[in-house]
């Protein structure tokens, strides 16, 4: 019996609750206006070159250490082909479908204060470091990154060598 009682509660409250969950939730505009502050769209293209370069050591790494050789166009290949990855991203998209996942994650008072936070002067200055931050970071991690792939891809090759197999004649 008490549990019906507590079942009745906790339904009773249920609308009560999705009504402030649905008021403290931000809207498309609030989402947007931190993107904004965020300095999203540039962020991602700073991001992504950081990513470029880094995706070019390893691939690089990869194929020396699998002595494969290089075309001598590699490296201006390979950076055009990210510059027109880059400047084709579909970043207005990106930052739209991003909305629902703040939404979801964030509450207008969540995202008030990060939009404040980001708007102060350390808000800015970590804003405006990120990119070199990142990109120094993933400069000092590329050696352990590179050791850790290659031993990864080692274990991956025995993982997936071919297994000999024993054929039983009907005879035996």
Same mark, same amino acid.
């Given at each position: 019996m008490k549990y019906l009682w507590l079942a009745i509660l906790c339904l009773s409250l249920t609308p009560f609750t999705a009504a402030q969950a649905? %008021? +403290?939730? &931000?809207?498309? +505009? +609030?989402?947007?206006?931190?993107l904004q502050i965020m300095r @999203?769209? +540039?962020?991602?293209?700073?991001?992504? /070159?950081v990513q470029a370069q880094s995706t070019e /050591?390893?691939?690089?790494?990869? $194929?020396?250490?699998?002595? @494969?050789?290089? &075309?001598?166009?590699? %490296?201006?290949?390979f950076r055009k082909s990210m510059? %027109?990855?880059? #400047?084709n991203m579909p970043i207005d998209d990106m930052t739209q479908a991003m909305i629902p996942v703040y =939404?979801?994650? $964030? @509450?207008?008072?969540d995202l008030e204060a990060m939009t404040a936070f980001y708007s102060? &002067?350390?808000? =800015? #200055?970590?804003? /405006?470091e990120l990119p070199a931050v990142m990109q120094e970071g993933n400069q000092s991690m590329m050696p352990i990154l590179s050791?850790?792939?290659?031993?990864?891809?080692?274990?991956?090759q025995q993982e997936f #060598? &071919?297994?000999? @197999?024993?054929?039983?004649?009907d005879q035996d």
């Open positions: 649905a %008021d +403290d939730m &931000p809207s498309r +505009d +609030d989402v947007m206006a931190y @999203t769209h +540039d962020m991602i293209q700073k991001m992504a /070159q /050591q390893l691939l690089k790494s990869a $194929f020396l250490k699998n002595n @494969t050789k290089l &075309p001598a166009d590699f %490296d201006s290949r510059e %027109d990855l880059i #400047k =939404q979801k994650h $964030f @509450t207008k008072g102060s &002067p350390v808000g =800015q #200055k970590v804003l /405006q050791k850790y792939i290659g031993e990864w891809m080692v274990r991956m #060598k &071919p297994k000999k @197999t024993v054929v039983l004649s």
